[in-house]
């Protein structure tokens, strides 16, 4: 076999191996990737039932109910456009409450409903934590 003929044979064996790593790559990116849906953009394009998907929004003011075992909440998202009921079982994120964002992962339910197995609360562009403000506790006991 000529030097020639073998650099070919590796060079297809080389392009064999990266085009095999790609498509296990775009396999298991598939497996994981999450589509981002907002309420309004769900009027008229339903998505298929069992798909994990994220969905955000506002959660709507009044709309928090807290269940009696202490974990599970149901509330309400809304775009302006539309608006989506989530169930939530655990625990939820300090900045999570009425009138701010959310956003949900988890599963539409047949009736249209939505499971949320994971919230991330959102906070507005001016948030500033509280040791950056300028609010920063001072002691003044020992002052003299």
């Known amino acids: 076999m000529k030097p020639k003929h073998q650099r070919l044979i590796l060079a297809a064996l080389a392009l064999v191996a990266v085009l095999g ?40 003011g009044g709309s928090i109910q807290r269940e009696a075992d202490g974990v599970s909440i149901r509330f309400v998202v809304g775009d302006g456009i539309a608006t989506v009921p989530v169930s939530f079982r655990g625990v939820t994120p300090d900045l999570f409450k009425e009138n701010s964002g ?15 197995d994971n919230l991330l609360a959102k906070h507005d562009e001016r948030y500033m934590p509280p040791q950056l403000s300028g609010n920063q506790h001072v002691s003044k006991s020992l002052e003299p």
Do not use: T, W
Not at 35 to 50: E, N, Q, R
Not at 102 to 116: C, I, L
């Open 21 to 60: 790593a790609a498509g296990l790559a775009l396999s298991a990116l598939k497996d994981q990737a999450a589509f981002f849906y907002a309420p309004g953009d769900l009027v008229g394009k339903p998505v298929p039932a069992g798909k994990h998907v994220r969905l955000g929004g506002m959660v709507q």
């Open 102 to 116: 959310v956003v949900a992962e988890g599963r539409f339910q047949p009736d249209g409903s939505f499971v949320a």
